[in-house]
């Protein structure tokens, strides 16, 4: 059986021996909160606090406020594509969806970013989302940090308690996680469009 993810995961745990380790960890939160297509920063927090799990929440907190940043940038690239793209994107017939998610801002208030923020969903989707449909932006950030948080200080604390075993873990299961992964964003992608 081919393991892809086996793969990325044996290059997740090189880099998180790295010295560049911290760096590696807060460019890819970052970048996954405004950008990256698929959200391997818990790769990456969970294989540093298995070499150091003393420091497992210190690498949640960072790992948190990168991510936080990341969808800050996430939003203003969303206020920035509106206004630049706004009026191409209604000349596509994508002002429905645009509408769509605005709806859901005003259904569910921050609910949406709290469960956006925890769940494996793309989360640059609702970061880049928010910007276009300018909700406002304080509320948006402590959100973030409650979610993202959530989900980091999650992994760390698994990590902590389980150690070994967690390594063990992800290392027979990795692939059906990365398969499950995919399976679930083609599904809401499917979805919504």
Known sequence: MMRPFHFVYSKFLDWSSSRFAILWLSLISFLESSILPLPIQDLLLASMSLKNRSKAYYFATICTLASVLGGVAGYYIGVFAMEQIGPLLANLGYQPKIDQIQVWYLKYKFWIILIAGFSPIPYKLFTISAGMVTIPLIPFVVFSLIARGARYFLVAFLVRKLGKMADQWLNKYIDW?????????????WYEY
């Open 177 to 189: 996680l990365g398969y499950l992964l995919i399976i679930i964003i083609i599904l809401f992608v």
